[in-house]
């Protein structure tokens, strides 16, 4: 079996790739593409096969899923890019490598996306049975371009199998992300709540997508067990709360907030870190 994975070198492909490395068996390889040689090195090292260009490109794809039998798409660009960037890496990319990835004889296509495809809340955790309904504060190009490329994706005619898995805000293993959420959580209501994943929790839940031999339904959402507040998230990061933060009021109390029964239940998932504080604990933030 060959995986490719793209998205190596981001937050969640670097500490991806070598777990999935980590499982494999005789016989069996991984492929990264990457559009920077130097900074996959450690993948070259570890033993993962590195194809260099840009997922945007043709030819490239074709030599990235050429003889592969699986691809893990974890490639994204958020935050802070252009409407037009975020469109063709998360959309147009995306769906560009579905295709060859169909053309070429892969037989399973896991793609990475994000609980924000659910838009505005339900007054209770997503399910993935819920439909994506555009609107609040966090909607924009991200979550739409994600939104449009599982569609397209799911609707590719043909032998491949897509399989989604939708993760929360990702933290952890020295990631940054979590003294970045205070960018937004310095404006919310004190009790506004953000749904997380680590890392490992993360990985363990693509791993399992890609390994499973069946799953009731291509989408999954992946999360930890217990969200965490605006305050929460500035005793975390170390700061002082501000105190306005009482003052205000959340908007849409589920914005973001997903159930895990399905992965739960079908692949047997269960977080190593079921909290931010648990894995501040256990010394993996």
């Known amino acids: 079996m060959l995986t490719l994975v793209t998205g190596g070198t981001g937050q969640v492909g670097r500490r991806f790739v070598p777990r999935l490395v980590a499982q494999t068996r005789p016989g069996e390889r991984v492929r990264v593409l990457v559009r920077d040689a ?72 896991v793609q990475v996306s994000t609980g924000l495809v659910y838009g505005i809340g339900r007054g209770r955790p997503m399910t993935e049975d819920d439909e994506s309904r555009p609107g609040g504060e966090m909607w924009g190009a991200y ?3 994600k939104a449009a490329a599982e569609r397209e994706l799911l609707a590719l005619e043909g032998g491949m199998e897509v399989r989604i898995g939708r993760l929360p805000f990702v933290y952890g293993e020295g990631d940054p992300h979590l003294a970045d959420s205070l960018r937004w959580a310095a404006g919310w209501a004190s009790g506004q709540r953000l749904q997380m994943g ?3 929790d993360v990985a363990q839940g693509l791993l399992r997508l890609l390994y499973a031999p069946a799953v009731h339904g291509p989408v999954h ?29 959340d908007p849409d109390p589920w914005f973001g907030i997903m159930s895990t029964q399905k992965i739960r239940r079908d692949l047997g998932f269960r977080p190593v870190h079921p909290s931010v504080w648990s894995a501040r604990d256990a010394g993996a933030l």
Request: glycine share 8%; proline share 4%.
């Open 221 to 249: 959402n992946i999360a930890d067990d217990a969200p965490v507040t605006a305050v929460e998230l500035h005793l975390l990061n170390g700061v002082e709360v501000p105190a306005d933060l009482y003052t205000r009021t």
């Open 143 to 145: 979550p739409e371009a």
């Open 38 to 109: 130097a900074r996959a090195e450690r993948f070259a090292e570890l033993g993962a096969e590195v194809v260099t260009g840009d997922l945007r490109d043709e030819e490239v794809l074709g030599r990235a899923v050429a003889g592969a039998d699986a691809v893990v798409n974890v490639a994204a660009s958020f935050r802070g890019v252009p409407d037009e960037e975020a469109r063709a890496v998360n959309r147009d990319a995306a769906v560009a490598l579905g295709r060859a990835a169909l053309a070429s004889g892969v037989r399973r296509f």
């Open 198 to 200: 680590h890392h490992v």
